[in-house]
């Protein structure tokens, strides 16, 4: 059986997507705990725990484990991305408290959660959920923080989001050439 289907099977258990995502290994029920998450977070953010978005960043810098990422692992991080962008839209602390972590991740030289959305936009694959999440979650945080903004760009994150997205529109516009994608525009 699945873990996904255990984890359901078991009536007693209490439900929390937040522990799920701090104790399991599983992809297929990081991602299930995700997109519960993101929906509570799309619908009220407040009502989410005030360490959501920790446990959401530390289990994004760890999916895939030593084993990078897989196709699994970029599903899982869809909604992971998904719900950390509805709740650092919603609750300006959170947002805060992300760009100082980042910007001490940054310059401590062992940057966990930026080599993982490194990772996830070099990753060999189409544009998908999670890189669109991804950007969201970057513009987010960088918009207003010159700080945050000049670190990201020392660790050559922004060149690697500029690539992806250069290269993803010009695929775009090769494979359908009457219409632009959105990366195309300034």
Do not use: Y
Request: glycine share 6%.
């Amino acid at each position: 059986a699945s873990p996904l289907l255990s984890h359901l099977a078991n009536p007693q258990a209490e439900v929390s997507e937040l522990r799920t995502l701090q104790e399991s290994t599983d992809p297929a029920l990081i991602c299930w705990a995700a997109a519960g998450l993101e929906c509570q977070a799309a619908d009220n953010a407040e009502s989410l725990s005030r360490d959501a978005v920790h446990i959401l960043c530390r289990c994004f810098a760890t999916i895939g484990g030593n084993g990078g990422l897989t196709d699994a692992w970029r599903e899982a991080a869809a909604p992971m991305l998904a719900a950390l962008g509805h709740l650092l839209r919603s609750r300006e602390g959170d947002r805060q408290r992300l760009r100082d972590a980042l910007v001490t991740e940054a310059s401590s030289g062992v940057p966990c959660w930026l080599q993982k959305f490194r990772e996830l936009l070099e990753f060999p694959a189409p544009f998908g959920a999670a890189e669109a999440a991804a950007c969201e979650v970057l513009e987010l945080l960088c918009r207003g923080d010159e700080e945050l903004t000049t670190l990201l760009h020392r660790q050559r994150l922004l060149t690697v989001v500029s690539q992806r997205l250069l290269a993803t529109s010009s695929e775009e516009a090769a494979a359908a050439p009457g219409w632009r994608h959105f990366a195309a525009f300034g």
